[in-house]
């Protein structure tokens, strides 16, 4: 079974709605790690089994590539696209490739600095996680660029909220909200008990640690505007830090988005009945489903890759060697000026 059978004991396992001064409820979440236990056995344990190994060659493949980081870079513009999408936007991966190679268009959408911010905002964190434990002090710089500039900076980019916010369909209510997440005078308490628990030694595996994480942080909703990028960006940067994976190649977007209602559901779930079961199978589906994309998709670039340099190497005779190079060119930007072939 997916989940733990509901019971008087668990409904407050992951937390307890609130009254406010003003009468609506907000949900304030418990410290994790869940009490009652979560419950590894049975088919929970296979998943997670599961995601461990298709995780593993995931890992494996990424190195047999002639330069991981070719991969790396067109897989978090990837993401970058899929993860904005599902907060709104409309641009498309060639959008993207095009603002990135200064290619201006009248029709290019508007929304893409949004998505050229996502890229920058994963680089910056990649790179701090090199100096710097995931804390909420990383979150906040991560946030920070995320939002730099575009839809939302007026939202106070970098900043814990100082007010409330809720979830709920467009143009509800506060009382009308699907979820309310904590008050803000409750937000750093709560942010704070996440990053004890990262970082306080833990019998649990890792991969259950990274799906409670992630929908914790979900649950707080630390700020205004940003929240569900952020916290996908979470579950990559804790593989990355875990050394679980050496390159950041696991991005859920694309997952959540193809099971959208499944996954705020199963994230409701945990609230209204303490189901971190449910949440944590759902999780650990998605680690081994996308894993097993991303194996794929890095063995046929390696394919893909070695064709196109038989064919420069057959077809350009002594230019072969500058064919070469504007063809590794183009596997790390697909879109290049004449500029940048003649440089």
Same mark, same amino acid.
């Given at each position: 079974?997916?989940?733990?059978?509901?019971?008087? #004991?668990?409904?407050?396992?992951?937390?307890?709605y609130?009254?406010?001064?003003?009468?609506?409820?907000?949900?304030?979440?418990?410290?994790l790690?869940?009490?009652?236990?979560?419950?590894l056995?049975?088919?929970?344990?296979r998943?997670?089994?599961? =995601?461990?190994? =298709?995780?593993?060659?995931?890992?494996?493949?990424?190195?047999?590539?002639?330069?991981?980081?070719?991969?790396?870079?067109?897989?978090?513009?990837?993401?970058?696209?899929?993860?904005?999408?599902i907060?709104?936007?409309?641009?498309?991966l060639?959008?993207?490739l =095009?603002?990135?190679?200064?290619?201006?268009?009248?029709?290019?959408?508007?929304?893409?600095?949004?998505?050229?911010?996502?890229?920058?905002?994963?680089n910056?964190?990649?790179?701090?996680?090199?100096?710097?434990?995931?804390?909420?002090?990383?979150?906040?710089?991560?946030h920070?660029e995320?939002?730099?500039?575009?839809?939302?900076?007026?939202?106070?980019?970098?900043?814990?909220?100082r007010?409330?916010?809720?979830?709920?369909?467009?143009g509800?209510?506060?009382?009308?909200?699907?979820?309310?997440?904590?008050?803000?005078?409750?937000?750093?308490?709560?942010?704070?008990?996440l990053?004890?628990?990262?970082?306080?030694p833990?019998?649990?595996p890792t991969?259950?640690?990274?799906? &409670?994480?992630?929908?914790?942080?979900?649950?707080?909703?630390?700020?205004?505007?940003?929240n569900?990028?952020?916290?996908?960006?979470?579950?990559t940067f &804790?593989?990355?830090?875990?050394?679980?994976?050496?390159?950041?190649?696991?991005?859920?977007?694309?997952?959540?988005?193809?099971?959208?209602?499944?996954?705020?559901?199963?994230?409701?779930?945990?609230?209204?009945?303490? #189901?971190?079961?449910g949440?944590?199978?759902?999780?650990?589906?998605?680690?081994?489903e996308?894993?097993?994309?991303?194996?794929?998709?890095?063995r046929?670039?390696?394919?893909?890759r070695?064709?196109?340099?038989?064919?420069?190497?057959t077809?350009?005779?002594r230019?072969?060697?500058?064919?070469?190079?504007?063809?590794?060119?183009l596997?790390?930007?697909?879109?290049?000026?004449?500029?940048d072939?003649?440089?």
């Amino acid at each position: 079974m997916d989940s733990l059978p509901p019971g008087p #004991d668990l409904t407050a396992r992951a937390g307890r709605y609130m009254r406010q001064p003003t009468g609506y409820r907000a949900f304030l979440p418990a410290p994790l790690p869940p009490q009652p236990a979560v419950r590894l056995e049975g088919e929970l344990y296979r998943l997670l089994s599961g =995601a461990d190994r =298709a995780l593993g060659r995931l890992d494996g493949s990424i190195q047999t590539l002639p330069n991981p980081d070719l991969f790396v870079f067109m897989y978090v513009r990837k993401e970058a696209v899929l993860s904005s999408q599902i907060e709104g936007t409309q641009s498309s991966l060639n959008d993207l490739l =095009a603002a990135e190679a200064s290619i201006l268009s009248p029709e290019r959408p508007k929304d893409v600095e949004e998505v050229v911010n996502y890229v920058r905002a994963t680089n910056h964190g990649i790179a701090r996680l090199a100096e710097l434990p995931l804390s909420v002090r990383l979150i906040k710089e991560i946030h920070a660029e995320l939002l730099q500039g575009v839809r939302g900076s007026h939202l106070t980019p970098g900043e814990l909220r100082r007010s409330q916010n809720w979830i709920g369909p467009s143009g509800c209510t506060l009382t009308e909200a699907t979820f309310v997440p904590p008050s803000p005078d409750d937000v750093p308490a709560a942010l704070g008990d996440l990053e004890m628990f990262l970082h306080v030694p833990s019998d649990l595996p890792t991969l259950i640690q990274i799906g &409670l994480a992630h929908a914790q942080f979900e649950t707080i909703h630390p700020f205004l505007d940003g929240n569900g990028r952020i916290g996908r960006l979470l579950i990559t940067f &804790l593989l990355c830090q875990r050394e679980i994976l050496l390159k950041p190649v696991l991005y859920l977007s694309h997952y959540f988005k193809r099971h959208r209602s499944l996954y705020y559901d199963r994230l409701q779930a945990i609230r209204d009945s303490g #189901d971190w079961e449910g949440w944590l199978a759902f999780f650990l589906r998605g680690v081994a489903e996308v894993s097993r994309e991303a194996t794929e998709t890095a063995r046929r670039i390696l394919v893909l890759r070695e064709e196109h340099r038989a064919i420069v190497t057959t077809h350009l005779g002594r230019a072969a060697g500058n064919g070469h190079r504007v063809l590794e060119q183009l596997f790390q930007r697909p879109i290049l000026s004449v500029a940048d072939v003649g440089s």
